[in-house]
């Protein structure tokens, strides 16, 4: 058989699959570049994940096994990974050990093509008033049996596929918060006549794009509150937590 060449990746495509892993070995969360007289240098190697020129046993061992793309040298089945983590992944390399990486990987592909969407899905500019209310001491909890309508149940919403400690998270957020939030949004209407309707539709667009990526629910929810936290830049990440879980009981997300 016809032996596959190793590309030479340029320095583009290293920056890519560095910043896909948030330039920390998936493995062993060694970081992958180190300094030494003020430069930094590479401290990985770009590994196949199927690999590039595979033995008769490998070959035997994943015929069954999910692709993430027939080209062996396409970025779809490259990862970063410390010299360390590359020998041990790729000798001898085993079944649990190719999923495992596939699995990263596709977390990864997920997490990136999120970038794009930041930047095609707005969020009105207002919403960073209410943001920064969420810090202030008289933006004051309240329960969420005063709320004048009949709330949705979170537990209704929300499928095994989101993690309980996210389902609580959500619901204290929800108890606590959610009267304050729709109160302030009201207020800004009153200056910006319909900012909360379009706000909502800002949020559910976003939500509805996450559905048709097919993602499960706790990606989705962490998604939207990586999206409302770009868009927003609050001082910490509890306060976008806070505004998606607003929308959750809302009815614009789940």
């Not at 920056?15 to 030494?36: E, G, H, I």
């Not at 015929?63 to 020998?87: A, F, T, Y």
Request: negative net charge; proline residues 4%.
């Amino acid at each position: 058989m016809e032996q596959s060449k190793r590309k030479k990746y340029g320095d583009a495509q290293n920056v890519a699959l560095a910043s896909q892993a948030r330039n920390v070995c998936p493995l062993c969360d060694t970081p992958l570049f180190y300094k030494k007289g003020g430069k930094s240098f590479k401290a990985y190697e770009i590994a196949h994940i199927y690999p590039l020129n595979p033995s008769a046993e490998e070959v035997e061992l994943l015929k069954n096994e999910e692709l993430m793309n027939h080209d062996v040298n396409h970025e779809d089945n490259l990862i970063p990974l410390c010299q360390s983590c590359h020998g041990k992944f790729d000798k001898p390399r085993t079944v649990t050990e190719y999923r495992h990486l596939l699995e990263i990987k596709k977390r990864y592909i997920s997490r990136s093509g999120q970038e794009f969407l930041w930047a095609e899905h707005n969020l009105e500019a207002e919403i960073q008033e209410v943001i920064e209310a969420l810090y202030e001491e008289n933006f004051v909890a309240e329960s969420i049996i005063e709320i004048s309508y009949e709330p949705s149940q979170i537990d209704d919403k929300v499928d095994d596929t989101i993690s309980r400690p996210t389902v609580r998270k959500i619901k204290n957020n929800v108890t606590d918060y959610f009267t304050s939030v729709k109160s302030h949004l009201s207020e800004i209407d009153k200056q910006s006549p319909g900012f909360s309707d379009i706000v909502s539709l800002q949020v559910k667009a976003y939500f509805l794009k996450q559905k048709q990526l097919g993602l499960e629910q706790q990606a989705i929810f962490d998604n939207m509150v990586s999206w409302v936290n770009i868009k927003t830049k609050p001082r910490s990440i509890d306060a976008a937590e806070i505004l998606v879980s607003f929308f959750v009981q809302n009815c614009e997300v789940f």
